[in-house]
């Protein structure tokens, strides 16, 4: 079961605070600020997503739903809010408590019906060479870049350099 995180509790309590010192003050007219804390408390305890065999149990402060795998098409990580579950009739469902902390949870609780978006994929081994670095040159000489033609990939100095652009050769 993926929850809302309990230290949702503080924010709960900081909200309690709040709005309290105004109702102290003003009892008879600001009553109603000490719903919201109630609201959001409620909020925290209610909003969940449960994995089970049968499929995705979801529930909101107004409302549940069930989802089967068999309309589990797969899970798209928006930028922002919850995980969406693509469902096989093109629609979309926001998964409640599903961020993207959370997916590696959702992925392990589904018993691989949800693969895992963090785990390395698994690819053969293969034999080959690694590949040579693309400003390579033949024949052991490096390129401009390292220092001219035999340097060895050491750079030249301003009067070694200002002596071969002239002709003449500094070894």
Known sequence: MIRIPRLAFLGVFILLM?????????????????????VVLAWVLRTQTAVSDAGLDLRTLFGSRHLDWAQVKGVRIPKRGYVRADLTDGTEVKLPAVSYDRLRDLAAFSGGRIPDPFAEPSEPATDRAPAEPADAVEDGETSKADGGPGTNGVAKSGEDAAKTRDGDDPA
């Open 18 to 38: 709040c709005v309290f010192f105004p109702f102290v003050g003003w009892p008879a007219g600001l009553w109603w600020l000490l719903l919201i804390p109630v």
